[in-house]
């Protein structure tokens, strides 16, 4: 069996990651290359264990106009698969291109849901689903749910996985609350600190700062003796920061789609703290952590100084329902079936 898979072109697939799309991407391909023969299309800076094709992408262009960059880089993509007589496709790019390509051409093709649907995704993905050849699963059900009217097909779900055994550590004198993940408005930092802050909870976070203007305006002014912004941090770097956290806080504004990271905070046996939307119920549950009742700093302050309170063995059995292997392996089913 020959398979495409497609990233999606902003950001490289190498570590450290940019965001936990890069990371799923790692993980799966590295897995489908045990057992078939895998070709990823992604950025050409990107660093992975098996086949790469990629095309020059111009960065000053992609800032400026960054619809018209994925979608030429995209079309390339679905033209050099066309030609290269691939068995299956599957899709990671946030685009309404490789679906519709595969619709018009009959080409077997899984998409995966990594967002809420986008106002430039509906429309492909309702006529795409009418073929035979294009398939849809998203990876939680509170997506699923949000695309439902929008795909005429069953849309499976099948969880992302981490390798748990990555992230086990042994704690070390816990002492301050912890965030990470890409800086930005949507994710809400500002709404984590304050909410620490409402503790008097020391806190530290960490990730790529992908909206300066955000950072600048919004955590800056809030950076003290008692907050810390580390930078952009290796796995290894925020497993010893997990190690000392006594809770990681979430303060995300939009409905998250699933979070790798909060899955990787409960493998250390950190609860989570977090607003009660998107997956955060379905991913933390009643164990891995409290959600706040409200949807605002003080709510998510008290979520946190319950969460705290959580055993680490209950947090830590919690991820285990996340295991790599586990999503892998439905993975590997769902593309084989596409035949």
Known sequence: MKLAVIAHPRFPIKPPFAGGLEAFIASLVDTYSQHIDVTLYAHPDSQVNTKLVSFPIDEQA??????????????????????????????????????????????????????????????AADLASYS????????????????????????????????????????????????????????????????????????????????????DQQIAPLLSNNVEYLGHLTHQQINTCLQQAQAVVF???????????????????????????????????????????????????????QAVQCHRDDVRQRADQFPLATMCRAYSDKVSALL
């Open 251 to 305: 303060g995300a504004r939009w409905d998250e789609p699933f979070g790798l990271s909060t899955v990787e905070s409960m493998a250390t046996g950190t609860p989570v703290a977090a607003f009660n939307r998107g997956a955060f119920p379905e991913i933390v549950a009643d164990s891995g952590g409290r959600l706040a009742a409200g949807n605002n700093v003080y709510s998510l302050a008290e979520a946190l100084a």
């Open 62 to 123: 992609y800032q400026r106009y960054p619809d018209i960059v994925e979608n030429d880089f995209l079309l390339k993509v679905m033209a050099d698969i066309s030609r290269r007589g691939f068995d299956a496709i599957h899709n990671n790019a946030i685009s309404s291109v490789p679906p519709l390509w595969a619709c018009k051409y009959d080409m077997p093709i899984l998409t995966t849901l990594h967002t809420p649907p986008y106002s430039k995704l509906k429309a």
């Open 132 to 215: 035979p050849y294009v398939h849809y699963n998203a990876v939680s059900y509170s997506v699923a749910e949000l695309w439902r009217p929008f795909i005429n097909d069953h849309i499976d779900v099948i969880y992302n996985g981490v390798d748990l055994s990555q992230w086990q550590v042994e704690k070390n004198n816990p002492r301050f609350a912890f965030s990470f993940g890409r800086i930005l408005p949507s994710k809400g930092f500002d709404l984590a600190i304050r909410a620490a802050n409402e503790l008097d909870l020391p806190f530290k976070f960490a990730g790529p700062i992908f909206n300066q203007s955000y950072f």
